[in-house]
């Protein structure tokens, strides 16, 4: 057998922590499919004492995680620390100089740093993986830059965080608040402290500029993406939708065509019967659309030890067998690249009206629907309390973005209007 591939790992949480467990449970499979065992023989944190459940006998230990780049006995960096910027991007950038390949988890700094990283790590003949940064277990990003590569691909989505996908889960399954759906997910440890990454929709943002990038070859652009949260959802809402065939869901869309280029991230209503529909809880799912494959559809645990560990082992494994091409194509050429704005985006929009009970809100309202050439598709209205404004909920047909906004801020400025407009996209997949 050759000589093994030597590990550095900075970050023993809780996917370092995984890590090293899944390499030493499975030392032995893992050196039989690589031809080489993988050793790990370095490992960096903040607290040296602190007990993780994994032995670190027999490892150096970095009290500076950036001199792991620089440790003649690390053949390979692992870099499961976080952050955007900071510690793990100094030492990622460090260990690619060095000549050592890479592999990380994290998803900001590859949405932020990922073209300079890997033209870095290409100029210099190494890899640059990130497998776990983009649904965890699910190996997405093999699929799509190995698997899918005979296709043109035009469309790629999906729910790419657990936090947003268990709250509505549970917020449609119990009637309970977001607020109070998140604050049982903090105390789960399912959402942050500060949960503004998870439920604001910049987490998924990061995935989905990451996933773009790899299905479509154009260049990493996180800038350029429409996102936004969850917090508006209520369930209200939930419950309209249900009445209406769908259910709501925050999902990551990009599509590619002739005209450009356009990534949103942003709660959908999606069809009840489509598969990404009975994606629940902390499970992530992506689906990616190539003219020659047609759909396809991936699953799985999105988060935690085991599933993303498992996705940077398998990064590993492919290090330790020779892979090294680049996983961030250059772009193809012939491709455009025009980012469009979402004002462009044509679809079909659900609209959530409270309105105080006097007669002639219809026609007004219909009136400036009609100006902006907006058709509406279904009416449902809720029974209100006397004296309460009532609450209503349309759908329309497929208009475009600009327009539906337009229509929107004129409604939201008549007199009968009780609360803000609240207003979600209807997604036909
Ligand atoms: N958790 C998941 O399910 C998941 C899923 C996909 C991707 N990821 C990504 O994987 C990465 C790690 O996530 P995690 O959940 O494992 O985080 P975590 O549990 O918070 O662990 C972070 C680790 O980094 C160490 N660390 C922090 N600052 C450091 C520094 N300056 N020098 C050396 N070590 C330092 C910490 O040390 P101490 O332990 O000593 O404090 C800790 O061991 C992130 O990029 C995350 O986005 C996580």
Not at 134 to 142: D, F, W
């Amino acid at each position: 057998m050759s000589q093994p591939l030597r590990i550095g790992v900075a970050g023993l949480g809780t996917v370092g922590a995984g890590v090293l467990q899944v390499l030493d449970r499975h030392a032995a499979l893992i050196a039989h499919r690589c031809g080489r065992p993988i050793t790990v023989t370095a490992v960096s944190a903040r607290h040296k004492g602190r007990d993780r459940g994994i032995p670190l006998a027999g490892m150096t230990w970095h009290d500076d995680a950036l001199s792991l780049a620089a440790d003649p006995n690390v053949d390979v960096v692992v870099e499961l620390i976080g952050g955007a910027d900071g510690i793990a991007a100094a030492l990622v950038e460090a260990a690619l100089n060095a000549g050592k390949s890479v592999a990380t988890g994290n998803k900001a700094l590859i949405a932020k740093h990922g073209e300079r990283l890997a033209a870095l790590a290409g100029a210099k003949g190494v890899a640059l993986r990130f497998e776990a940064a983009v649904a965890g277990g699910i190996p997405v990003i093999k699929a799509l830059s190995e698997g899918l590569a005979a296709n043109s691909l035009s469309r790629v989505y999906g729910i790419l965080n657990g936090t947003c996908n268990y709250i509505l889960t549970e917020m449609e399954y119990t009637g309970r608040a977001f607020e109070d759906v998140l604050a049982e997910a903090q105390q789960l440890g399912y959402a942050e402290a500060d949960p503004s990454f998870d439920v604001d929709g910049i987490d998924t943002a990061h995935k989905l500029a990451i996933l773009t990038s790899v299905a479509f070859g154009t260049p990493l652009d996180f800038e350029s993406i429409h996102v936004e949260g969850i917090r508006a959802i209520t369930p209200m809402d939930i419950e309209f939708a249900a009445e209406l065939g769908y259910r709501i869901k925050l999902i990551g869309i990009a599509t590619h065509g002739e005209k450009g280029l356009l990534q949103r991230v942003h709660p959908c209503l999606v069809a009840a019967d489509k598969a990404i529909a009975s994606v629940n809880g902390v499970f992530n799912a992506v689906v990616a659309e190539g003219d020659f494959v047609g759909q396809t559809v991936y699953q799985g645990r999105g988060a935690g030890a085991g599933p993303t560990a498992s996705a940077v082992v398998a990064d590993l494994i492919d290090i330790a067998q020779g892979h090294v091409h680049p996983v961030l194509s250059p772009p193809v050429e012939g491709r455009s690249a025009k980012n469009l704005s979402m004002d462009t985006h044509e679809g079909r929009y659900y609209v959530r009206l409270s309105v105080d009970d006097q007669p002639g809100v219809i026609a007004e309202i219909a009136a400036a629907l009609r100006d902006e050439s907006v058709s509406m598709e279904e009416l449902l209205q809720r029974p209100n309390g006397s004296g309460q404004p009532v609450s209503f909920v349309m759908t329309t047909h497929e208009v475009v973005e600009a327009r539906m906004m337009r229509a929107l801020a004129r409604i939201a400025k008549l007199p009968f209007i009780a609360e803000k407009p609240d207003v979600i996209r209807i997604e036909t997949f």
